[in-house]
């Protein structure tokens, strides 16, 4: 799964037109402002780590590829876009530098409604 995080955003996005299609259902509490503080401190995480092939070169690198838009989540994917952030963040070591580990959150995202 190398170098999936740096796709996701557009995953999201497309989720967003196709699947999720609005600010309707679910969400569970979760803000937009919640997923976007995940996907910053997991950008701060992931950084931190110094991995030899990065996914990304630096913290705004990794902020602006993943994140600006999950600002405008709606509600019916917010927990899973946060859920996978979250299993992101608690990675360490060669799983959070190759990018393999949340498989069980991406597809939840991926299935998000």
């Not at 996005?13 to 196709?18: A, Q, R, T």
Request: net charge negative; proline share 2%; glycine share 14%.
């Amino acid at each position: 799964m190398r170098k999936l995080s740096g796709g996701l955003c557009g995953l999201v996005l497309s989720l967003f037109v196709v699947g999720c299609g609005g600010d309707g259902g679910g969400g569970g509490g979760v803000t937009a402002a919640d997923v976007l503080t995940a996907c910053n401190s997991y950008c701060d995480i992931y950084v931190a780590a110094a991995c030899t092939d990065p996914i990304y070169t630096s913290v705004d690198d990794c902020k602006s590829s993943d994140c600006t838009d999950l600002s405008q989540a709606p509600a019916g994917c917010r927990d899973e876009i946060k859920a996978y952030y979250d299993c992101r963040k608690a990675l360490t070591g060669a799983a959070l530098c190759d990018d393999t580990g949340c498989t069980a959150e991406l597809a939840a995202l991926a299935s998000c409604s």
